[in-house]
T-cell receptor
Framework: DTGVSQNPRHKITKRGQNVTFRCDPI?????LYWYRQTLGQGPEFLTY????????KSRLLSDRFSAERPKGSFSTLEIQRTEQGDSAMYLC?????????????????FGPGTRLTVL | KNEVEQSPQNLTAQEGEFITINCSYS?????LHWLQQHPGGGIVSLFM???GKKKHGRLIATINIQEKHSSLHITASHPRDSAVYIC???????????FGTGTRLQVTL
């Protein structure tokens, strides 16, 4: 399977615990995006990487959230001291940006998401 | 006001009906993406378009850049089309997506 994969698919945790999600993008894709989707809403942008560099973070990404993409391949999203308001679907998407870079719209492909429930 | 708005929010149709979902946006975009999301969360790409019209099977997507409006049409709808349909705009140099809130479609027999 050469699509975007995410693990785990579901995570239930108690408030105050730390959780980490993983995203494996399509192998040749150099951009990786994280989005969060709460019930009944469309996804919202959290952050994105171009290769290993984290280039933008949303205001939604509080200090308790950290994302990494250490080798420019898979990415992890960690939430520390989880709160009930963190309960959501966390979506990862990847795309291939060509040499034109900025301003180009390269189709994003989505993973299945990780559904987080904080009790 | 959201930068990307969809209508209707909910739609019920009988099998065979022609369906239209609308998307309006207030920001400058480089392209628009129509996506389908089934229960369980997985998102599937339907169309990405920056002008004109695209067709795939029973699905048709159109975009009018001047009017900042796009439509997704489903011809001869079928219960398996039941899902949430989301439009999302590619904005800015990061090409990040700004999403509408989705249209929940239920097609009944």
């Amino acid at each position: 399977d050469t699509g975007v994969s995410q693990n785990p698919r579901h995570k239930i945790t108690k408030r105050g615990q730390n959780v980490t999600f993983r995203c494996d993008p399509i192998s040749e894709h150099n951009r990786l995006y994280w989005y969060r989707q709460t019930l009944g809403q469309g996804p919202e942008f959290l952050t994105y990487f171009q290769n290993e560099a984290q280039l933008e973070k949303s205001r939604l990404l509080s200090d308790r959230f950290s994302a990494e993409r250490p080798k420019g391949s898979f990415s992890t999203l960690e939430i520390q001291r989880t709160e009930q308001g963190d309960s959501a679907m966390y979506l990862c998407a990847s795309s291939l940006v060509g040499l034109a870079g900025a301003g180009s719209y390269n189709e994003q492909f989505f993973g299945p998401g990780t559904r987080l429930t904080v009790l | 006001k959201n930068e990307v708005e969809q209508s209707p929010q909910n739609l019920t149709a009988q099998e065979g009906e022609f369906i239209t979902i609308n998307c309006s946006y207030s920001v400058g975009i480089s392209a628009l993406h129509w996506l389908q999301q089934h229960p369980g969360g997985g998102i599937v790409s339907l169309f990405m378009l920056s002008s004109g019209k695209k067709k795939h099977g029973r699905l048709i997507a159109t975009i009018n850049i001047q009017e900042k409006h796009s439509s997704l049409h489903i011809t001869a709808s079928h219960p398996r089309d039941s899902a949430v349909y989301i439009c999302a705009a590619y904005t800015g140099t990061a090409s990040k997506l700004t999403f509408g809130t989705g249209t929940r479609l239920q097609v009944t027999l």
